[in-house]
């Protein structure tokens, strides 16, 4: 795990000012609303009485086609959370909070801080957080990605994550992500970027040239053979009109002048504007249902976009009206994490104060009553093909419920006191829970939980969906798991606060 660094000065710390005026102005959802997009889907039909019945499986595939990049999703996120009335704050402004207000922040549009704040809130009263992240495993493009190889353009790529990059060959990909445009004024703008048509390929050694591979496995080399295919030679396939858009451009560029052209067209600008590019490699295939009873949901970033969806959507949905907020004493809150992937040590990641800070902002000091926390991230299902891969009598099953994750040597920040206090959730609202524990002979990856849990003193409960394939290009889990997520954490910041206090442990 990457060292903590704070990276903000103390001032930053300071309590919000009481000042009468509103200090954040944001657009009407009118003008941030996109028009629903169509879903590309297995079955729409089944989604669409999934919806009748108060599913939210449909908006989440809607938010995972979206989401192609952590940015993406970010953005995506925001707009949803202004469509539901919350005022867009400034991290750099005063605040002017209120009880019964609903508020949010970006940082860097890759993390997230939405909150809700009880119509009976007062100092020292708790927080409920629900805290997921918004980065998968992928591929980035490296500074200089322009490469040349035997008569083609290839694009040099970093591996971000812990991937299982043989699943990235042969698949239709694309570039997602964000640039840095050049106004006509002199400044410059942030606008993300999205090419979905399949615009890269990673060929796949055929068996004729590696007659062993289906004996001693695929075993690719990361640096020199995980880069995708861009086209053969400009001069050789380029149409004229190609030729003439790139004849502008240096050849000598850190990136190839025709990947450039794809996204000035993408975006409407000219290639000389564009200064700074930061872009995944994405796969483009929609997400969707599948199975033979569309009981599955097929997607890339499933880890951990549906947490983060189901997240959102909890509190969202649980104070929509001002009556949902009239006896809340606590404050509800979502935290959504960039580069948990890479160990959570950067300014948007989890390592950072960005929580504490907002924590410490909207009261003088960090709470101390009814405080608690769900580390919301994807879980281990069982595979049937490897079923000795888990521990005999913890094996998560896909549509069973979220899954409560221990680990005695603290990967997880799950104990006692907290997995008891979120079964007691799910006794009340009747959803299922299932119980993981890795098996002594194996490693246990971690979460950011631990990091939380530690670095402000709150109780947590680790838990998550149960999936196959994670980190594949292309996983699966179960969507009534979807719903059973969405309705536990809407349960969670709705009931909490009574729960806990009926439990007497430090007396």
Not at 187 to 204: D, G
Request: one cysteine or more; glycine letters at 8%; proline letters at 4%.
């Amino acid at each position: 795990m990457a060292a903590i660094t704070r990276l903000h000065p103390p001032s930053l710390l300071s309590s919000f000012k009481s000042s009468s005026s509103l200090i954040t102005r944001f657009p009407s959802s009118s003008t941030l609303s996109s028009p629903r997009r169509l879903r590309s889907l297995c079955s729409n039909a089944q989604v669409s009485t999934a919806e009748a019945n108060g599913s939210i499986v449909g908006d989440l595939l809607d938010y995972l086609n979206e989401s192609w990049t952590h940015f993406h999703a970010t953005a995506e996120a925001k707009r949803q959370l202004i469509d539901a009335g919350f005022h867009l704050l400034n991290e750099n402004d005063e605040w002017d909070l209120k009880p019964g207000g609903r508020y949010f922040f970006t940082r860097n549009m890759s993390c997230l801080v939405a909150f809700a704040v009880g119509e009976k809130y007062s100092a020292g009263n708790g927080f409920h957080v629900i805290a997921a992240h918004t980065d998968s495993p992928c591929l980035k493009l490296k500074p200089r990605s322009a490469s040349t190889k035997s008569g083609c353009l290839m694009i040099s790529v970093q591996t971000y994550g812990g991937g299982l990059w043989h699943t990235w060959f042969d698949r239709d990909l694309s570039v997602a992500g964000r640039v840095i445009l050049r106004e006509g004024n002199g400044s410059f703008i942030h606008k993300l970027v999205k090419v979905k048509r399949p615009l890269l390929r990673i060929p796949t050694l055929a068996i004729h040239l590696d007659r062993t591979v289906n004996k001693d496995g695929f075993k690719p080399n990361v640096e020199t053979h995980l880069i995708p295919l861009l086209a053969s030679k400009l001069e050789e396939t380029a149409s004229s009109d190609t030729k003439e858009k790139s004849a502008t451009i240096s050849t000598k560029g850190a990136h190839h002048p025709l990947l450039m052209q794809a996204l000035s067209d993408e975006i409407n600008c000219n290639v000389d504007d564009i200064v700074s590019i930061e872009l995944n490699v994405c796969d483009t295939q929609p997400s969707c249902l599948g199975g033979g009873n569309n009981e599955f949901i097929f997607s890339g970033r499933l880890d951990n976009l549906a947490s983060s969806y189901c997240a959102l959507r909890a509190l969202i949905d649980s104070c929509k009206s001002p009556v949902d907020l009239s006896s809340e004493h606590a404050i509800r809150m979502v935290a959504l994490f960039d580069n948990e992937e890479v160990g959570s040590g950067s300014i948007q990641g989890a390592g950072a104060p960005t929580m504490f800070q907002a924590m410490r902002r909207i009261i003088s000091c960090l709470a101390e009553k009814y405080v608690g926390e769900v580390s919301a991230d994807m879980a281990h299902g069982v595979y049937p093909n490897f079923m000795d891969k888990h521990e005999e009598y913890h094996r998560p099953e896909m549509q069973k419920g979220l899954v409560i994750k221990h680990n005695a040597n603290q990967r997880y920040a799950t104990s006692g006191v907290t997995s008891f206090l979120f079964q007691e959730i799910g006794k009340i609202h009747n959803l299922p829970t299932q119980e993981f524990v890795v098996r002594n002979d194996m490693g246990c990856g971690s979460t950011i939980g631990p990091i939380l849990a530690s670095g402000a003193g709150i109780r947590t409960v680790d838990c998550g969906i149960a999936q196959l394939s994670m980190h594949s290009v292309r996983e699966i889990c179960g969507k009534e798991d979807i719903d059973v997520a969405h309705k536990y954490f809407k349960a969670f910041y709705q009931t909490f606060s009574s729960i806990d206090r009926k439990l007497i442990v430090d007396s």
